[in-house]
Structure formats: C-alpha cells, structure tokens
C-alpha cells in the first residue's frame, strides 16, 4: 500500500473521530489495507467508543503483535480485559506495560502522535484494581501502597480515593486513555499530501506568430493545413499585402519580390517606411508604399490553396509513403560451410566429388556444445567421456587405456596450468568422499580403473608443491570447516587433506588446495592406515 494512501485514509478517520463520528472513522480505518500498530491502536479506540469489546479487544492483540513494546497498549489491554472478566489475563498486562515502562515515571506518547502521557503509579493503580476484582484485598492493598511512592501527576485525590474504597471492599475502576485520544499522523506529512504546482503556468512573452495566447506545458496545437491567418481586432482586417510593382533589394535585411507577389505582414512599419514582411518561406524588409491590401477568397480546394505561395508555410499534410510490396522470393539454397582446406567454387569443377570419410568423428568438447539441449554425449567405443569439475566443468573423450599421466597432461593443456600443481580425485561409486586416483600413488593405472558405462567424473584441485614438508598422512573431510583465524585451514566437505603434523590432541596441522593450516581432528576422519 502506499504511503501517501495510507497518511490520507489516516487523516480522514482522525478527522471523523474529532467530529465523533465513530462510523466513518472505522470505515475509513478499514479501507487501509496495510495497517500499522498506531491505526489499529485507534480502531480499537473507534471500538470502545461504540461500546463493542469484543473488537476492541481483537483490535488490541493485533496492535501489541505489531509493536510487542508499546506499553500503552498493554495498559488499554488490561482494562478492557477487566471488563470482560478476563482477570489473570488483565493482570498479566498490567505486568508486562510496568516493564515496557523500562524503569520510567512516565512515557510521553505526543511524539508518535497520541496526546497522552502514561505514569507509572496508573498502571500498578490498574493492577490493584485486578486484585481487587479476584477478592485479594491484602495484595491490592499492597500495590496500591507501591503506587504511592510513584511520582506523577494527578494521582493525590485518585489513590486517596482508592484506599478508602479498598477498605470498604469496593471494587476499583480501571483507568483507561480517554475516548477520542488517538494516534495522529504528523503534521508535516500531511501538508506534503496536497499538490503544489512548483514551476506556475507559462505566460507568452514573445512569439513570432501575431496575437498568440498560447500558454503552457501541453504538446504543440493541432494547425489546419495552409497558411496561418492570426485573430485580427477591429477592422484590421488581413494582414496579407500585395506588391503593386517589382522591388530590388537595395540593402541588407531587404526582400526581392515580383510584381503582384503576395506577402504577409509581420510587424509595424518603421520611420523609414519599411515593414517586415514574409514572402515565400523567407523574411526580410519591403516598402509600404508598394504594398496594397490583397483579397483572399478562402477555398476548400487543394488545388486553390496551393497557388498561393507566400505567406508563413505551415507543416504539409502529406502522409507519409507506406512501405513497398515485397514480392516473395525463390528461397536461398542453404549455405555450405568449408574448411581452410577446401578451394572455393570457382576452382572446382562440375564432376568433383567429396571425398568419402576415411572413419567415424572423433568426440571433442566442442562436438558436444553443438548437440541438442538435453541429450546425453555419447562416446565411440573404445573411447570414455571424461567430465572434470574445476572452477569451471570441462569434458574431452579419450581411449580406454590412457593412463593417468597423460590424462592429467591434457586436463592441464584444457585448465591452463601446470600437470604439476594438479590434483585428480574421484568419488568411488555409492560414496561422497573424494579419494585421490590410484595413479596419483602408484604408476601404470589407466582411466578405464573408475570410468562406468564410457563415462568418468573426476575433480581437479590446484596444489601448490610443499617445500621441505613430509606428508604424514591423508585423512577425508567429514564437514565444512570455516577459518576462525589467519592460521586456520578452510576446506569442503569431501576434500582430501594433506597431514603434515600434530599439535596436540584436538588439533592437526595440513594442507589442501594449496593452502597450509591448523583445523580440528573432529572434522576429519581416516579412511585406513596406509
């Protein structure tokens, strides 16, 4: 809901509660759609008002659940609990508003826009009056004793009063906010709601066309086709002139125009008798004494409105051309794509035919983006599919018997990194943990060890080499560890990690993906003892 809709609707039910009418200010409460705790904290004041508890009360839970701190409505809580003879309930409010109190005499609620002051001694009188109503005139006796110390206004003839009536065994009423005190939007907020117009309305000072009023931010008006004729006053009549003989401009600023040319007036004529003038799209300076007046018959023809070919030329009519009808084409024979290897048309001749294919396509990487979204690459026999999981997922088809060497060497050639600093590893079929190939150990392995089905997933860490450390031993990640300092070691689920000491009995020291650390035992565990 927006803000603005919500400070008018606001508004307008504050405005119907000053004027008691409490029907319209919950109508106007209930079109807000988003309501916040401070508007349904007047709903609920709107509800008492009306003499309807029950809502009023649905009202309040509503409001402590969006403000769980807002004291006021604990204290209105408890009263109207009290009415409904809700009374561990009205007690347990009166609790829980002493302790959003937070140690305060008095809480002044005019900053949020309620015109009350809530003091301490009215809720512990509040929580009185509850014992009072369970017949525990000893305890109300007591917290009344403790409102006494409270400072705050107001409460010297309330307590007197109270006292007298605890030891008559008369049942105290609850003090509640006043009806009609409601929460109020801010002034500030309001005055923004209404429309300022910040720029004025343009007023014309200066135009070429003759007798313009046109004032304002719209788009530019609609103009008839032919030639502007501005409001004339009196018996002005036209501005449209004749020239009665040939003139020869003599000067500069100066008009060369045929005899019985016609022209339009644009100005006044100056002490040397020369007026502006207008005459075939272009401006400049005639004598009056050639110039007579020049009678124009308004036509409804076209043709008759385009002989005349002075005066100021307005935007032409003309539409512009539609675009041609395209005739179908014959369709294009499909474009050959060819190899650097093959010569272009004009060197082959008319009887050459392809050669046949000497065996079927070798599987690539790059074979494999051009197949169908979806589709499984399938690789040729004797050959498996290899996908490696780096930073980012690389494939290439490679025979069966590759051993571990060379497939690391072309895993390096794809990432663009030394063979060295690399590490492949595999999850054994039904296991999550990443084991390190048997060829990273012991020389003579091939790929066909942990392909399945002509396909193998295998994961390629960088490591750094270790300089003058012995490996003591590998152990498997069994969690994500997160560094808590700069001399901890980070890894994933999974990783395999180098061991190269003991601190003591909880922690160790090791290596993974290049990086050298201390990490809890507890993380790791160690598959067997070799």
Known sequence: MLYNVLLRLWNESVQAVDSKDWEGALAKLEQISEPTSRTLFNAAMVHLALGQLGLALRSLDFTIAKDERLAVAFFQRAAVMMQVDRLEEALSDCIWAQKHMRENVVIDYRQLGLRYKLYSWQVLYNASAVYCRMGQWEQAMSTLLSATQERGQGRGGSIEAAFTSIERKEVLEPLMVPEGSVFRPRKQEIDQLQQRDFLGKAKVISSMIPNDDFGGFEPLRQQKPGFYEPKTDGPQGSRYM???????????GQLTVPGGAMVFLFGEEDRDGMINVFHDGQSGLLPVSILEPADIKKSKSKKDKQHLLSGIPLPPELEPPSRPQTRPLSRAPPRVSRSSDTPPPSYMTATHTPPAASGPPRYTANAASSQQAGSPPEA???????????????????????????????????????????????????????????????????????SEAGRATLWCQMEDPLANRTILYQMVALYDYAAQGPEDLEFSEGDTIDILGEVNEEWLEGHCAGSIGIFPCCFVYRENSS
């Open 380 to 450: 040729e026999v004797g050959s498996v599919v290899v996908k490696v999981h780096y930073t980012y997922n690389i494939a290439l088809s490679v025979p069966l018997d590759t051993p571990y060497e060379d497939l690391k060497e072309r895993i390096a050639e794809k990432v663009g990194q030394s063979a060295a600093q690399l590490r492949l590893r595999h999850k054994k079929h039904g296991s999550r943990v990443l084991t390190p190939l048997p060829g990273e150990v012991e020389p003579g392995h091939t790929v066909q060890e942990v």
């Open 242 to 252: 004749r020239a009665r003989t040939p003139y020869l401009a003599r000067g500069p």
